[in-house]
């Protein structure tokens, strides 16, 4: 009599991986920062200019994301948003608005 393996096991660990997946740990805000032309960062990678437009934050690799705003006339802006921050946000419709400080 030949016996079947007990895959419940694997079953419910594929399904506990499914929901790990499947759960957002990321978010959208609309940025802007004044000069809409300086350099937006997010997480020290370049995601294009500071003019109004969502941008997605992704919390998956760590507790909290640096936004960087870099203009050549303007003192730098830095800013960090932990993930309840950034829920706060989105649970109050806040947008994310930087103004840099001239030289």
């Given amino acids: 009599m030949s016996r079947r393996p007990n895959r419940l096991p694997v079953l419910v660990l594929l399904a506990a991986l499914h ?3 499947c ?3 990321s978010y959208q805000r609309v940025v802007s920062v004044n000069p809409p032309d300086a350099s937006l960062y997010i997480n020290g990678v370049k995601v294009g200019k500071g003019d109004r437009r969502p941008r997605e934050f992704d ?3 760590g507790g ?3 936004i960087q705003a870099v203009h ?5 802006e830095v800013e960090w948003f932990t ?3 950034m829920r706060n ?5 806040t947008d994310l608005k930087i103004t840099l400080s001239p030289r």
């Fill in 72 to 76: 050549p006339n303007y003192k730098p």
């Fill in 19 to 21: 929901a790990a997946a």
């Fill in 89 to 93: 946000l989105v649970d109050t419709n």
């Fill in 64 to 66: 909290r994301v640096c």
């Fill in 23 to 25: 759960t957002s740990t």
């Fill in 59 to 61: 919390f998956a690799m």
């Fill in 83 to 85: 993930e309840a921050d």
